[in-house]
C-alpha cells in the first residue's frame, strides 16, 4: 500500500497509480532522530534521499560548518553521489523527527535508462534543482563580491595609518612603503602589542593586492587542510601568518611554495591568484629564527619593531590617537581632552608588558573613568593587575649610588623580617646589581655576606683610556659565579635593570637576554667605565636617566611600589676626595633633577641615610646595610597599612 506522504510529494505529481506502485517497491523508509547525522560529507555511493517528513539542513564542514540549504517535505539530496558514485559534497543533519524515503543509485540510473512517467519526473526534478543551484551560486558570488568590497573597506578603515613621529616610527614607514611597492614576504617581528599586525596590514592596504582579501591564520595552528583553506581564501589578497616563529616545522616547506621565487615570478612580483604572504614573529632573543623566518628573509625581509618603551616619543602622538577613538567630541566641558599632568605621566612610563595595546588600553579605561570630562591622572590605571581578587603584588625599586646600594640589602632584611612579599625587582646602576642577585634566589643573609667581601677587584679592570678608565667585564663572571649565567626568563622572580643607550640618551629598561650583561651595562659609569654592548646597543649606567625607576615596577604589575633611594642629597661628607668621587657627586646633583617625577610612581619611598660615609669605599658597605635596615623597619607600618587598604580595594 502506498502511503499518503509519497503518494503527494511534488517530486511525482502526474506519475500514475500503477507507476507509483513499482516505484514504491524500490524505495525503503528510514527515520532520524534530530541531530542526526544522515548523509557524511565524502561519503561515495549515497542513496536518492526523498524528504517526507520533517527538515534536514545541509552543511559545508570545515573548522566552522557553513549551512547550505534547508530542505523539507518534498525536496530531496544525494542525487550526484547516487548518480555517479562519488563523495558526498557535503553532510545532511536532521533538525527534527525526519522521514525519508530512499532509492539506491543503481535504481535511480535504471529508472532514468528505462524512460517512462518516472524517468521524466525524475529529470524534470534534477533539471530544476539544477538551475536552481546554478542561480543560487551566482546569488553567494555576488554577495560575495559586494561582502569582500565592504570587508576591504572596513578593513582599510580599521587598520590606520602608522602613528608616531620618532626615528624607530619612520623606519617602520619607510618599510611598509617598501613592501607596498612589491609582493616581497615580509615578517615583522616584535613583542606582543606593538603594532606588528597594523604594520602587516598597513602594508596590504597600501599595495596593489588592497582590493583583495586580507586573511589572518594563527601559525600555531597550523593543519594542511587549514592551510589550503588559507591559500583559498586569501587568493587575489595578502596571508597574514600570526606567530610564524611557532608554526611546526614541516609548514615551514608548504609556506615556502608560495614565496615568489619558488612561485616562478621574478622581481618579488606574484601571480595574482597566488597570496602574498606577511608574517608576525616574537624577537629572536635567546631562539634560533625560525625555517619560515629564513625563508622569508632570504626572499624578502625583516621589519623589528621596538616596544613602546624603547620609542617613548611615540606616546604623546599614539595618546592624542587614542583620546580621538574613545572620547566624543573634541571640545568637553571641563576643557581639553586630556590634561597636560596625564598626557606628561602616559609620555614617562614604560608600558613594559603591553606596548601600544597597554596604552590603548589605559586611555580607553580613562576616558570611562572620566565620564565625558577631561582625562586627569587620578584617571589613569597604570600597571595594575586586570580583575580583582588576591593580593596585591609588591614591587621593590632599588637606585643607584655606588657602594652605597648596599644599603638595598638592609632593606630587603626588614622586609623579609616584617612578612613584606616582593613579586618584582627593578634596579639601576648597584641597585640592578643587589636586584639581580635577589631575583636569581639569594636570601638576604647571602647577600650580606657577600657584600662585606666585595672589593672592586671583583668587579673592575684597568683598560686602556677609550670610553672610560676601567672596564666592568669581571661583574659578568662574579654574577654567573653567584646565580649562574641565567637569562632574565630564568630568574626566581620577575626583574629589570634600566640603563642609558649611550648614543641617544634614551632610558632602556632591560628584561630579556643574558642578566650579568644587562646589569654590566646598568653599572657603567660615564667616563669611568667603558659603554658595554647589549643587544645592538652601548649601554651607559642607568642613573643618567632613571636613579629611581618606580614607573618600571609598576610596568611589571606591581600594586603597590616600594623605591629606595639611596642619592646623597647633604654632601656633609665635605669637598670630592677623588676624581671619581667628583663624578658621583654630579651625577647626585643630576639624578636630583629626575627622581622627583620618578617617584611620583612609588606609593613608599625608604630613604636611608647615606651621608657622612666613602660611596666609593667597599669597607663603607655594613654601616650602609645597617642604615638600610633601621630605615626599612621605621617604613614597615606604612607599608602593611598600604598593603591592607590594596587588599580591602581589590575585593570590593
Excluded at 47 to 58: A, K, L, P, S, T
Excluded at 108 to 126: D, H, S, Y
Excluded at 260 to 266: E, I, K, L, T, Y
Aim: glycine letters at 10%; one cysteine or more; charged letters at 25%.
Amino acid at each position: 500500500m502506498i502511503q499518503a506522504e509519497f503518494r503527494e510529494l511534488p517530486l511525482l505529481a502526474g506519475v500514475s497509480e500503477p507507476e507509483l506502485e513499482r516505484l514504491a517497491d524500490r524505495c525503503r523508509w528510514t527515520w532520524h532522530q534530530p541531530g542526526e547525522v544522515i548523509l557524511r560529507q565524502g561519503e561515495a555511493g549515497a542513496d536518492f534521499c526523498i524528504v517526507v517528513r520533517g527538515q534536514v539542513e545541509v552543511l559545508l564542514e570545515g573548522e566552522m560548518d557553513t549551512r547550505l540549504h534547508l530542505l523539507g517535505p518534498g525536496a530531496f539530496f544525494g542525487e550526484l553521489a547516487a548518480l555517479t558514485g562519488g563523495p558526498a559534497p557535503a553532510m545532511v543533519r536532521a533538525l527534527e523527527m525526519t522521514s525519508l524515503v530512499r532509492i539506491d543509485g543503481d535504481e535511480v540510473a535504471a529508472m532514468l535508462a528505462g524512460g517512462g512517467e518516472i524517468a521524466r519526473a525524475l529529470v524534470t526534478a534534477l533539471s530544476a534543482q539544477v538551475a536552481e543551484a546554478g542561480a543560487r551560486l551566482h546569488r553567494t558570488r555576488l554577495r560575495e563580491r559586494s561582502l569582500s568590497d565592504h570587508i576591504a573597506r572596513q578593513g582599510a578603515r580599521t587598520h590606520t595609518e602608522w602613528v608616531g613621529t620618532g626615528a624607530w616610527s619612520q623606519r617602520v614607514r619607510a618599510a611598509i612603503a617598501r613592501g607596498s611597492r612589491t609582493d616581497e614576504p615580509v615578517v615583522f617581528v616584535g613583542e606582543t602589542g606593538t603594532g606588528k599586525e597594523l604594520a602587516a596590514a598597513r602594508m596590504h592596504y597600501n599595495s596593489g593586492r588592497k582590493d583583495g582579501p586580507f586573511i589572518v591564520m594563527d601559525g600555531p595552528a597550523y593543519t594542511p587542510a587549514g592551510w589550503e583553506e588559507a591559500l583559498r581564501l586569501a587568493a587575489h589578497g595578502t596571508l597574514l601568518i600570526r606567530r610564524a616563529d611557532e608554526m611546526p616545522p614541516e609548514a615551514a616547506e608548504a609556506a615556502r611554495q608560495v614565496l615568489p621565487r619558488r612561485a616562478g615570478s621574478g622581481r618579488g612580483r606574484l601571480p595574482s591568484r597566488i597570496p602574498r604572504v606577511l608574517a608576525t614573529a616574537s624577537p629572536a632573543g635567546d631562539r634560533e629564527p625560525s625555517l619560515l623566518e629564513e625563508a622569508i628573509v632570504a626572499e624578502g625581509f625583516a621589519v623589528p619593531i621596538p616596544p613602546l618603551r624603547d620609542r617613548l616619543e611615540d606616546i604623546p602622538a599614539l595618546t592624542r590617537h587614542f583620546v580621538r577613538k574613545y572620547v566624543h567630541g573634541a571640545e568637553l566641558a571641563g576643557g581639553a581632552p586630556i590634561s597636560p599632568e596625564a598626557m606628561r605621566r602616559l609620555a614617562s612610563f614604560p608600558f613594559a608588558h603591553g606596548n601600544v595595546r597597554e596604552l590603548e588600553r589605559t586611555v580607553q579605561a580613562a576616558a570611562l573613568l572620566a565620564g565625558g570630562q577631561t582625562i586627569e591622572p587620578q584617571h589613569l590605571r597604570l600597571g595594575r593587575a586586570p580583575g580583582a581578587g588576591g593580593r596585591p603584588r609588591v614591587g621593590l625599586v632599588l637606585g643607584g649610588g655606588v657602594v652605597r646600594g648596599t644599603a638595598h640589602v638592609g632593606v630587603i632584611r626588614a622586609l623579609h623580617e616584617a612578612n613584606i612579599p616582593i613579586d618584582c625587582v627593578v634596579g639601576t646602576s648597584s641597585g640592578s646589581l643587589i636586584g639581580a642577585l635577589y631575583a636569581g634566589g639569594l636570601t638576604w643573609r647571602e647577600m650580606q655576606e657577600l657584600a662585606l667581601r666585595l672589593s672592586w677587584f671583583d668587579m673592575a679592570e684597568p683598560a686602556w683610556p677609550r670610553g672610560g678608565f676601567v672596564t666592568n667585564k669581571r661583574m659578568r663572571r662574579y654574577l654567573d659565579t653567584q646565580i649562574g649565567p641565567v637569562s632574565f626568563s630564568d630568574l626566581k622572580i620577575p626583574f629589570a635593570a634600566v640603563a642609558a643607550d649611550a648614543n641617544t640618551g634614551q632610558e632602556l629598561v632591560l628584561r630579556e637576554g643574558r642578566v650579568a650583561d644587562a646589569v654590566r651595562g646598568s653599572t657603567a659609569i660615564p667616563g669611568i667605565f667603558r659603554p658595554v654592548p647589549f643587544d645592538g646597543r652601548l649601554l651607559v649606567d642607568g642613573v643618567v636617566v632613571n636613579n629611581v625607576p618606580a614607573s618600571a615596577a609598576r610596568a611589571l604589575g606591581a600594586d603597590l611600589v616600594i623605591a629606595v633611594d639611596v642619592t646623597e642629597y647633604g654632601f656633609s661628607a665635605g669637598a670630592p676626595r677623588s676624581v671619581p668621587e667628583a663624578m658621583m657627586r654630579a651625577f647626585d646633583i643630576m639624578a636630583r633633577q629626575t627622581i622627583t617625577a620618578s617617584l611620583e610612581w612609588a606609593d613608599v619611598v625608604i630613604r636611608p641615610q647615606v651621608s657622612g660615609l666613602n660611596s666609593f669605599s667597599t669597607r663603607s658597605a655594613g654601616e650602609y646595610m645597617r642604615r638600610g635596615y633601621a630605615a626599612a623597619r621605621e617604613m614597615a607600618g606604612e607599608i602593611r597599612l598600604r598593603l591592607e587598604e590594596l587588599s580591602r580595594e581589590m575585593r570590593i
